[in-house]
């Protein structure tokens, strides 16, 4: 599958422009850590880029993202690339135990939380958005309460990358396109 069939399916199945982002946000995320790990940047992009596709349509755990998965096998996605997707997703048990799904599992809820920090910074960008800024939110419990920084910490952990590295790592990666999750804000 290429890139632009991926993202026609996305666009196919996710109506919601913030969900879309999310995935853009992931694959971004990935492509940055397959360039880091020298792995195939297009495999790595797809993989986030796909990761979520199913959610809108299967928006609970008892389907999301193993329901998915069948949609993206007619689709001619690789068995591999569908595993790697099943991998994010605790309760399908599947090992992460490939250095890809550890990036997945790293890159997906961070950049939640990078995108929230930067929505409420006077620049409405990521272009001005460091670590700091992200590690100053990180302690308030109350913003954005919905994510598991827990998680979040035993994931980059797991990918090998100090947390704060990891999401300046993140923004680096978010930062390449902008323009594209509406985060340039009014920096020019």
């Known amino acids: 599958m290429t890139r632009d069939e991926a993202l026609s399916l996305v666009r196919e199945f996710v109506k919601n422009e913030g969900l879309v982002r999310h995935m853009l946000s992931v694959e971004a995320a990935m492509r940055f850590y397959a360039e880091i790990y020298g792995e195939d940047v297009e495999t790595w992009g797809l993989i986030g880029l796909l990761h979520d596709f199913d959610w809108e349509i299967h928006p609970t755990l008892e389907q999301h993202p193993q329901a998915g998965s069948a949609i993206l096998r007619e689709h001619g996605v690789s068995e591999e690339i569908i595993q790697d997707i099943l991998s994010h997703a605790d309760h399908c ?83 390449k396109i902008a323009p594209e999750l509406g985060l340039v804000g009014n920096i020019q």
């Open 93 to 175: 048990n599947v090992p992460r135990d490939t250095i890809r799904r550890k990036a997945l599992s790293a890159c997906d809820e961070v950049t939640g939380l990078i995108t929230a920090v930067a929505l409420v910074r006077p620049s409405r960008s990521l272009y001005d958005l460091e670590a700091s800024s992200v590690k100053k939110k990180w302690k308030d419990k109350a913003f954005a309460a919905g994510t598991d920084r827990s998680e979040m910490e035993h994931a980059a952990q797991d990918l090998g990358v100090e947390i704060w590295t990891h999401v300046g790592n993140v923004i680096t990666a978010m930062r």
